[in-house]
Structure formats: C-alpha cells, structure tokens
C-alpha cells in the first residue's frame, strides 16, 4: 500500500541530500580567495589574524578552545578534499592498472612536502591515520622480550599508552611510568624523572613531546640523546607538534615520531605520520600486512601499505602544510605563544593554580590550570550551552586551553568575561 508519510520523508532526505553540498559550497564561498597580505600582520597583527579568521568555517560567534583534540580545517583544506574527489572518482588515470587507491602506492607527491616540513627525508615517514595507529605500529612492531621495560610518563594519551598496555597484557613486557610534577619547573627535573627510572631492563623510552594531560613541552632532544646514550630506542608522541611549533626530526634525534596533523596543522581528519629513523626502520615490523609488507627496500613506505583508503584527505595533509608555509611557521608558533601566555596570565591574576610550566622553553599553546572547588564538567557545558564557548575541561576541576591560530583576542577576552560570570553566579548561589 502507497504510504504518503514514508514517501514524503524519502522526499524530504533526497532534497536535504541535494541541498547539502550547496549549503557547504557557499559557507566555502564566504571565505576570501586569497590569504591576508603580510603587509597587514607588519601594520596591525591581531587585523592580520582577524582576516585569516574567516578562512575558518567555525561560527564567528563561537569560541574553540579545544583545538588541541581536533583543530578545523580551513578553506584551503577544504577546497583541496573536494578536488581530491573530483579528480579521484573518475577514475580516468592514464594507465590501465593505475587507480587512486591509497594502500599501495608510494605518495611522493604527499610525502615530499610533509618529509620537507619535518626536516627528514621521504624514505622515514609513512602516512597513516592519527598518531593513534601510528604509536600502535612502534608497540607492535619491535621486538622485546618478556621482562622487557617501556618506560613513559604518567600523563600519556590513551592512543599512546594503550598500545603500550596491549602488548604488555598479551606478551608480557612491563610498562613503568614517571610522575610530571604539575607543573613542570623545568627541563632538568624531567630528565633527572627519566634518568633515575631507568633500569638494565628499560628498552625503550616513550614520552608525548606535548602532554594531553597539561599541554607541558617535553625536553625532547635531551630525553632522546638520554636514550641513545643508553643504547635504548626513544619514541616521541608528537600529535599536538606538528604546525603548532617548529619540529626538526632530525636534529631532534628521535629514533620514532607520531602525529596528528589533524589537531595543530588543520590538516584534515584521519591524517597522521610514523617517523621511524632510517637506521631503525629495519627492526621495526609491520603491523598490517599486505603487498609490500616485508619488503625492505621501500624503506618506511612499508608501513604505509595499509590496504585501499581515502586518498582525497592526502591532499586536504598537502594543503595545510602549503597553508602552513604560507603563513610561515615562525609566525604561526609566535601567534600560538602570545595568545597562550595572554590566557595564562589572565587566569592567574583569577587566583588559580597554574598546571603550565613557568619555563616558556616548556609551554606553547596549551596553557592548563586547576582552579579548587571548581566543578568543570558543569561549568564546560554551562560555557557551551550558554555562551557558545568551547573549553576542555578535565574532572574535578581542571581547563585545558588552546590557543590557535585563529583565536582572536576578542574570543580569549570573552571567555573571560564568561568565565567570571559562571564563578559570580555560582557564589550568589544561581546556578
Ligand atoms: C599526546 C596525544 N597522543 C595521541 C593522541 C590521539 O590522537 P588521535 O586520536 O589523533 O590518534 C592525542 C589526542 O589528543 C594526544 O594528545
């Protein structure tokens, strides 16, 4: 029997079908054709800001202080992906068997620009998802014996230690962890942690370069120079790194790197990178297994051989690194540094307890503070439900703030000013 209701429904899903891209289309429309001049940031900074803001389909009336789960891909980003797909689904490439498949190609193309950005060479980095599976392929992939030591700190991400837990419960290596003090005075106390929990069965060290717990700047180049000198393999969580601060592997001297270009770097989701350093590429098994697994001359690219994925995002990860350039790192970092360290002072001057390291070596866009008898939970969705304001918050009383690129002083200025209303309506017993 012919039912008007259901009919109709379908009616009305084909149109919004329909409707969608166009809707998205003209949010894209909105975004200027072209980025600010750098003759703005010389003569008037935070207007300089303000114009790439709109590059950025977040809503101008809210603020995102939570880039540091997942950023926002611009314009730029954006346009790339749809004429990634554009190109891909004709499947009209020159020769027979080519077909845009990702899984089992060697994507020069994606991994030349990302290898220049992270100062190594294209042979040591593979394109995966997130730094989640990319920390899955180090815990997987080496081996160790039973009684065998990974030493990391007690503020891991769970897509960093999970792996770590895995292999432990299953094979038997032992996880052992450092406690950070909150915060971090400075370097030295980090590397006297690591240094005094090393044992003759420690294998190999396991650190985030940037905390998710606190934002901390880790020592890097020390905590790996330690291991070397140890005869142990380091291996850096670098998922908030890459675009929000200058990252050089090589001078780094890691011996493994993850990441999540999808937070700092507004790459699009879903794109991330193993770094393994050519020396050590060798002991370093794969995970996934198809054509290619074993072989050795393809170098890291073998880790990349994933099976048949999506390849329009590669060129949103190729996008945002031409973006990056564009604007310049160095303006990028100084931009994620000031607004960072303008947030913290104002929130100290509101009696908190800073969680971020007094040692500006040790701190970039993430500033997090622990505010006594505060309930954050309650108070992340009042900000967000109330005022459009996005923060991450942490039970019981910790706000983890992150400072973009494209905040603008007016958003950080207004989550202030909420932020003292939600404390003054909670005296006065309002809320
Ligand atoms: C230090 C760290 N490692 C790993 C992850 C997981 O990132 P992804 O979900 O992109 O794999 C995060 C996410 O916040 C993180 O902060």
Redesign the pocket.
Same mark, same amino acid.
């Given at each position: 029997m012919f039912d008007r209701r259901n009919f109709l429904a379908s009616l009305a899903g084909f149109a919004g079908a329909l409707t969608l891209p166009q809707r998205l289309l003209a949010d894209l429309a909105q975004a200027p054709g072209k980025l600010p001049d750098a003759s703005l940031y010389e003569a008037n900074e935070e207007a300089y800001w303000t114009e790439l803001r709109r590059q950025f389909l977040i809503p101008e009336d809210e603020v995102y202080l939570n880039n540091?789960?997942v950023g926002s891909s611009p314009a730029p980003v954006l346009r790339a992906i749809f004429d990634g797909y554009n190109e891909t689904e004709k499947l009209a490439e020159t020769e027979p068997e080519d077909y845009p498949i990702w899984g089992y190609a060697a994507w020069n193309e994606f991994r030349d620009p990302l290898a220049a950005f992270l100062g190594c060479t294209r042979d040591e980095i593979a394109i995966l998802r997130?730094?989640?599976?990319a920390?899955s392929y180090i815990a997987n992939g080496l081996d160790l014996q039973p009684g065998d030591e990974v030493l990391m700190t007690d503020q891991? %991400?769970p897509?960093?230690e999970g792996p770590w837990q895995l292999r432990a419960k299953r094979y038997g290596i032992v996880v052992k962890k450092v406690a950070l003090p909150k915060p971090v005075p400075n370097a030295a106390a980090v590397l006297n942690l690591f240094s005094d929990a090393i044992t003759p069965r420690t294998r190999v060290l396991f650190f985030?370069h940037?905390?998710?717990v606190t934002g901390v700047v880790l020592p890097a180049r020390e905590l790996c120079a330690l291991a070397r000198s140890k005869g142990m393999l380091s291996a850096v969580?670098g998922? %908030?790194v890459t675009g929000m601060m200058r990252l050089n592997l090589h001078e780094l001297g890691c011996d493994m790197y993850t990441s999540?270009p %999808?937070?700092w770097l507004q790459a699009p989701k879903g794109t991330?990178f193993l770094y393994v350093r050519d020396e050590v590429i060798d002991r370093v098994w794969s995970t996934i297994a198809t054509e290619g697994w074993d072989a050795r001359n393809i170098r890291a690219e073998r880790f990349q051989r994933i099976g048949s994925s999506n390849v329009p995002v590669l060129w949103g990860l190729r996008a945002a690194l031409q973006l990056a350039n564009q604007i310049g790192l160095e303006r990028i970092e100084r931009r994620h540094r000031q607004m960072a360290d303008y947030i913290l002072k104002e929130m100290l001057a509101r009696g908190v307890d800073s969680w971020t390291s007094p040692d500006p070596a040790l701190r970039c866009a993430i500033a997090t503070v622990n505010v006594p008898q505060f309930q954050t939970m309650e108070a992340e969705t009042w900000l967000w439900k109330t005022k459009k304001i996005r923060i991450r918050g942490g039970a019981p009383s910790k706000i983890r703030l992150s400072t973009p690129y494209y905040l603008l002083r007016k958003d950080v200025d207004r989550f202030l000013a909420a932020f003292d209303e939600y404390r003054h309506l909670k005296h006065a017993g309002k809320l």
């Open positions: 540091g789960t997130n730094a989640t599976e920390n891991e %991400h897509g960093g985030s940037i905390t998710t969580d998922a %908030h999540s %999808h937070k991330g």
